[in-house]
């Protein structure tokens, strides 16, 4: 068999035979050892896995048993996967990339109870901590550190504004100790200023037709009128000459007679005004109780309750948890862009030593990693988490790859999953095919209850303990802005106790009894240096009206009280002022009235004797015709 090479044979079978048995002894533990490290280093807690087992023979890895706790609360995991299974593109392998063409990873749970703290021990946790201070310290200055810093100081701010409506009890003892009659200020009773309002009014009225009164002179027309009848006093009407005479006086009687006439409408004109202008008591009274009212409103938003203003609880109580969740979106889509590098298509130059050999990238040069799919399964239930109203759902991710721009196709995901009225949709898409990334993620999920989604406990101060939950999710990362959107509806709503409830979270529970329903809306938005954050939702119209029923007999009892003060207040005040009004404006119209029955009496004297002149020159007329006739009939018959 001297054809067969045994000097190139035996080597060979020697490298697969350790090949082999690195494979068998060795390279599970590596794998194992490097997806712990690494995935401690990003995620910065325990992460345990079962088993680790590659095959040789057609280059595949699976691993079981998967979980990544939690930093924030090391007894339960963010991300449990009971099998990851994937096999390698062995020629890719010999130009140093790795090429996935599919994965698979089923049993994919979250949010599920830890057997063993996930804390990392002490020692690790402090170097990591502080190789992560110190690429902090690097990317400090970056718009995405700049923002998630920013989201951390909000929700710490949020977190901090609970103290201010924590302690209600304090706000039942104020109701019940407010001072009424320190609060009932005459100095401060709108009702009160404008009485004496009136009161200068009414004064500079009555001053106003005490003038107008004084220049309608009766006297010197009452005088007048005397001696325009004292002139025709010794007038008769004897003779058809005296006819003349007599137009003539009666002339100037009409003359006086509309003087008179001109000075009682005066009289009547000054009457009006003052009816007007003083008006009667009722449109005083009104005016007076409207003030009161408007009193009474200012006085009772003095009240403690009238500190909890809309949106002020729900952006305290969901607001920090909402922000954190947020800054771990971010803090994740960082990492990816993190181990996700810029990359461009280079002209690779490789020396030798005998010439030079120029390599370009082909069209469809591969990325040096690559995962084509993932064909991803799970399950919203798992340990600690109610499993009777758990379901599956399934997906795929597409194109994950550590150069985008190379590959050419953005990161896709669609994930979904149905079980009656629940639903799971998740839609990604990560962009890093351009210059600026884009990132974006629509997440839908519907049916499901408050405790499997982390919303149990809100604030420390309201335990929702059950309910179907509808959270629809947008959110956009382009380069360094961000806009998002949570929209979330809790129906059929059950509150819950705290296994160990303090006088807070008691008063919180007995306002929130009967609620049916929360709705809550949060916009979420950054640009450079603009942050806007804005949350509402109906706990807060919930919560006041929840508040004033608790100390709702105090209140109406208070209110009462507040009530009678301001009446007590205004009304000695308030009939001075309507006295005042009844006696100025009787007292006016005494006066005019008294004015117009003179002249009245005196126009009517002047009628009088126009009327008695006129009859005598009818009665002269009637003689002269009768002459006349006479004398006709005497010419015509003869002596």
């Given at each position: ?70 930093k924030n609360d090391v007894w339960k995991n963010i991300l449990e996967i009971e099998k990851i299974g994937f096999a390698v593109s062995p020629l890719q392998l010999l130009s140093k990339k790795l090429i996935i063409d599919e994965m698979i990873t089923e049993g994919i749970r979250w949010g599920t109870k830890r057997e063993t703290s996930g ?398 329903a929360i709705i809550i809306g949060i916009k979420l938005a950054s640009r450079k240096d603009d942050f806007d954050f804005k949350v509402n939702s109906n706990l807060d119209d919930i919560l006041k009206d929840g508040m004033k029923s608790l100390v709702g007999e105090k209140m109406t009892e208070l209110k009462a009280k507040i009530r009678s ?75």
């Amino acid at each position: 068999m001297k054809f067969i090479r045994w000097k190139a044979i035996i080597p060979t079978v020697i490298i697969l035979v350790l090949l082999s048995i690195f494979s068998i002894f060795c390279l599970d533990g590596i794998i194992k050892k490097t997806i712990i490290k690494t995935g401690e280093s990003v995620f910065g807690a325990r992460v345990d896995i079962v088993s680790v087992k590659t095959k040789f023979k057609d280059m595949s890895v699976k691993i079981h048993g998967l979980q990544v706790a939690d930093k924030n609360d090391v007894w339960k995991n963010i991300l449990e996967i009971e099998k990851i299974g994937f096999a390698v593109s062995p020629l890719q392998l010999l130009s140093k990339k790795l090429i996935i063409d599919e994965m698979i990873t089923e049993g994919i749970r979250w949010g599920t109870k830890r057997e063993t703290s996930g804390a990392l021990p002490p020692g690790k946790k402090k170097k990591l901590e502080k190789k992560q201070k110190e690429e902090e310290e690097k990317d400090k200055d970056s718009a995405t550190s700049k923002i998630m810093a920013s989201l951390k100081k909000k929700a710490a701010a949020e977190a901090n504004n609970l103290t201010a409506i924590s302690n209600i009890k304090e706000v039942q003892k104020q109701v019940a100790d407010f001072d009424v009659k320190k609060a009932v200020d005459s100095d401060n009773l709108a009702s009160l200023k404008e009485i004496n309002s009136m009161k200068s009014e009414l004064a500079e009225k009555e001053k106003k037709y005490k003038a107008m009164a004084d220049q309608i002179d009766v006297n010197a027309k009452s005088k007048e009128i005397t001696e325009a009848l004292n002139s025709v006093k010794d007038l008769k009407i004897k003779s058809p000459a005296d006819i003349v005479t007599a137009k003539e006086k009666i002339s100037k009687l009409k003359e006086t007679q509309e003087s008179a006439k001109q000075m009682l409408d005066q009289i009547k004109t000054a009457k009006n005004s003052i009816a007007a202008d003083f008006g009667g008591q009722e449109d005083f009274i009104n005016r007076i109780n409207k003030l009161k009212t408007a009193d009474y409103d200012n006085i009772m938003s003095k009240l403690p309750i009238g500190n909890f203003k809309t949106g002020n609880i729900t952006k305290t109580l969901i607001g920090p948890a909402c922000l954190n969740r947020v800054n771990s979106i971010i803090r994740y889509i960082k990492l990816a862009r993190k181990y996700t590098p810029k990359s461009k298509k280079k002209k690779v130059v490789k020396k030798r030593q005998k010439g030079m050999d120029v390599v370009f990238e082909k069209e469809k040069e591969m990325p040096d990693f690559l995962i084509r799919k993932i064909v991803i399964s799970g399950t919203t239930g798992g340990n600690g988490k109610d499993n009777k109203k758990s379901f599956d759902f399934s997906g795929n991710v597409f194109d994950i790859t550590s150069n985008p721009l190379l590959w050419g196709r953005p990161t896709i995901a669609r994930i979904s999953g149905k079980q009656k009225r629940q639903v799971i949709k998740m839609d990604l898409e990560f962009d890093h095919t351009k210059e600026i990334p884009r990132d974006e993620m629509s997440i839908l999920l519907t049916g499901m209850t408050p405790k499997a989604l982390g919303m149990g406990n809100m604030g420390d101060v309201l335990i929702v303990d059950d309910g179907e939950v509808k959270i629809d999710t947008e959110f956009v990362m382009v380069g360094d802005d961000i806009n998002s959107k949570i929209d979330v509806n809790i129906t059929k709503v059950k509150m819950g106790t705290f296994e160990k409830e303090n006088e807070t979270q008691k008063i919180f529970r007995q306002m929130m009894k009967n609620i049916k329903a929360i709705i809550i809306g949060i916009k979420l938005a950054s640009r450079k240096d603009d942050f806007d954050f804005k949350v509402n939702s109906n706990l807060d119209d919930i919560l006041k009206d929840g508040m004033k029923s608790l100390v709702g007999e105090k209140m109406t009892e208070l209110k009462a009280k507040i009530r009678s003060e301001i009446d007590k207040q205004v009304a000695e005040k308030q009939k001075e002022l309507l006295g005042n009004l009844t006696g100025k404006k009787a007292e006016l119209l005494k006066n005019l009235t008294s004015k117009e029955q003179t002249v009245s009496s005196k126009k009517a004297e002047l009628q009088s004797k126009i009327d008695s002149f006129q009859d005598e020159i009818k009665n002269q007329g009637k003689e002269k015709v009768k002459e006349e006739i006479k004398d006709k009939l005497k010419g015509l018959f003869g002596k």
